[in-house]
Every structure is written in C-alpha cells, then in structure tokens.
T-cell receptor, first 112, second 112 residues
C-alpha cells in the first residue's frame, strides 16, 4: 500500500521565480492538505483540497495556490518566490471528514 | 492566534528509560489531538491520537494522556530505544475543520 509521495525531493530556486510541487495521496484518500515547515518549527497549514476545490485556507498570501486533479493528486504553486519561502513543504492526505492526516516525506525548497 | 505549545524543547534519556513528552494547548474547542514523530529529513509519522471524550489511549509502547481541565497532553514512551530519537510534535484540530495546528516540537535524544 503506497503511502503519500511527493516530488521533487529537493529544489533550488532564485527570488522572483515560480515553483510547482507535486503530491500523490495515500491509496484510498481523497483529501490533500499542504503545510509549510520552517527550520526548527512545526508545520503550518497552507490549504486543503477536496473534490478539486480549495476547502480551507490558512494564513498564506495569494502567491500560494494549488490544484487537485481527478485522481486526487495535488500541486502546490508558489509565485514570486521570497527568501522566506525556503522551507520543507509537506503534503498530508486523509479521507474526507476523517481527522487523521498522513504526511509525505516533503519537498525541501531553497530560495537563493 | 491560539496554538499548541510544548514545555521542553529537548529531552535526553538513556536507552530503556521511560520518556514523557508534554504539550499544552490553548484552544478549548479542540477535540482531536495527535502525536507525530519526525526524523531528520523526513515527514511527520503518525504515532497515536486521542479524542476529547477520552483521557487515555495506549498503543504499542506509547500512551497518550489528555487532561482537558488544564489543557494538557502528554506522550509516554516505554522502554525508549535509540530509534525513538526524533522530534515529536503534538497537534490539535477541531471536528469539521480537519486542519492541524502544531507546536514547535520536542527533540528526544536517546543514548545507548
């Protein structure tokens, strides 16, 4: 049973560029949530997707956007990258309505 | 805003000891709590969860205690092993919202 997968593992970008991160949820899950984890901090909720729509959003600017595909996989897009966007980006999947979320290995984004 | 916090940033124990990691939460509306283990370079791994209608739940070598009166959560690890060394996060959520709010984490160091 495949768990949550994310790609790429690592990414280096420069300020002002745009980035797309990808996530495939655990088998049987239809809901994907994205979190940002700065070094030494706990993950912070960005947004959640279900049925290809953004259902909930945390306190992140519009530069952060997402998408969910019919196969439940998801993308996180960040535009106009800032140095402060450097972090580990985590994807978590769950069944809609369930509380337990399972995390992927994350994508380490470095903005220079 | 309201958040979950941890009392001890680092906990050092000897192999075979019992470990206790504490967490305080401030959102009285939270009714679901979860502990994650995060090893270096990896995503958070589910350990155990508990709902607010319970005060104790046991898993394999782990026990979570919930004290709603003082808004306190703890994770007990029996017979701690070197492989338990990691950062441990508690997180809380509210039914119907399914977004997790994390604290900063506690690093557990287990010496052989």
């Amino acid at each position: 049973d495949a768990g949550v997968t994310q790609s790429p593992t690592h990414l280096i970008k420069t300020r002002g560029q745009q980035v797309t991160l990808r996530c495939s949820p655990k088998s049987g899950h239809d809901t994907v949530s994205w979190y940002q984890q700065a070094l030494g901090q706990g993950p912070q909720f960005i947004f959640q997707y279900y049925e290809e729509e953004e259902r909930q959003r945390g306190n992140f600017p519009d530069r952060f956007s997402g998408h969910q595909f019919p196969n439940y996989s998801s993308e996180l897009n960040v535009n106009a990258l800032l140095l402060g966007d450097s972090a580990l980006y985590l994807c978590a999947s769950s069944a809609w309505g369930a509380d337990t979320q399972y995390f992927g290995p994350g994508t380490r984004l470095t903005v220079l | 805003g309201e958040s979950v916090g941890l009392h001890l940033p680092t906990l050092s124990v000897q192999e075979g000891d019992n470990s206790i990691i504490n967490c305080a939460y401030s959102n009285s509306a939270s009714d679901y709590f979860i502990w994650y283990k995060q090893e270096s370079g990896k995503g958070p791994q589910f350990i155990i969860d508990i709902r607010s209608n319970m005060d104790k739940r046991q898993g394999q070598r782990v026990t979570v205690l919930l004290n709603k009166t003082v808004k306190h959560l703890s994770l007990q690890i029996a017979a701690t092993q070197p492989g338990d060394s990691a950062v441990y996060f508690c997180a809380e959520s509210r039914s119907g919202y399914s977004t997790l709010t994390f604290g900063k984490g506690t690093m557990l160091l287990v010496s052989p």
